[in-house]
């Protein structure tokens, strides 16, 4: 026999040696038929433990991997971060205007005062006769 044909492919499946090792494993550990063990193993992209953890407690679902390229692991963290930062200077911009209208409120409420006080009180009625009396010197 040729050895490459033995270690590359099976003759008859087309699987090579470790595939055909790990669908009898499988086929070992559970009670699926061989078919049933291919479709679970491409499901599983080759992951013969995931298929048998599957098998022995079916609630579980599989772990799906999202695999990110680097600029892509980049570029999240970058927006991560500025969607942080954005937030805060929303904050602090709404701050700004609250701590704004009460520093109006405030200086308006203060003019008001100012201007009440300047002003004579309109209460107070003077006779005419108190008119003449304060023109008097004594």
Do not use: C, W
Request: glycine share 4%.
């Amino acid at each position: 026999m040729d050895s490459n044909t033995n270690t590359d492919v099976s003759a008859n499946t087309g699987f090579s040696i470790k595939h055909e090792a790990i669908i009898g494993l499988v086929m070992r550990q559970t009670n699926y038929t061989r078919q049933n063990t291919i479709q679970k193993l491409k499901e599983s992209q080759g992951d013969y433990i995931q298929v048998i953890k599957n098998y022995i407690n079916p609630i579980s679902k599989p772990e799906v991997k999202e695999h990110k390229t680097v600029n892509q692991t980049i570029m999240s963290e970058i927006r991560y971060f500025m969607d942080g930062v954005n937030q805060g200077y929303a904050e602090r911009k709404k701050k700004a205007a609250i701590k704004k209208k009460i520093l109006t409120y405030h200086m308006l409420k203060q003019k008001q005062q100012q201007q009440q006080q300047q002003q004579p009180d309109k209460n107070i009625i003077i006779r005419p006769e108190e008119k003449k009396d304060s023109n008097k010197n004594p």
